[in-house]
């Protein structure tokens, strides 16, 4: 039971650690224009970061059956922190960032707006994001 706790104290722990980081690169995110790059870098060293922890994860006994479900949540948040400081988004400046192809982040980002986490519209033929104020100039 004790072992039970310390897993699950640890994982608690790991997502806090992850939030933290994600909240930082958020409050940070675009200060400057010239630090994009680094940006995608910082996201995506995060997320993979996560993946290799993830192996392990599934292993445990205590944590398998949660793991998925944490990771997606991560991922979500992330993807939710990425678009928020701009007005739009090319999806392919986005696949780096996120180890996906276009196709699959399409997808993930239609479930956030139809979810209503993500206030946007996707120009699907031209792979745009249109995010806030902006969707009703594109429609």
């Known amino acids: 039971s004790n072992l039970k706790h ?34 995608i870098n910082r996201y995506a060293s995060c997320l993979q970061f996560l993946e290799n922890l993830k192996a392990n994860l599934l292993l445990d006994i205590h944590l398998h059956d949660h793991v998925e479900t944490q990771y997606s949540q991560i991922r979500h948040k992330a993807l939710i922190q990425y678009t928020h400081p701009f007005v739009s988004v090319d999806l392919h400046m986005m696949v780096d960032a996120f180890k996906t192809d276009v196709s699959g982040l399409e997808k993930e980002l239609e479930a956030l707006i139809t979810d209503n986490q993500i206030q946007a519209r996707i120009d699907s033929h031209n792979k745009i994001l249109y995010i806030g104020s902006l969707i009703l100039l594109t429609q």
């Open 6 to 39: 310390s897993h699950l104290g640890d994982f608690q722990i790991l997502r806090l650690e992850m939030g933290i980081i994600l909240n930082q690169i958020e409050s940070n995110f675009f200060l400057v224009t010239g630090r994009f790059h680094g940006k």
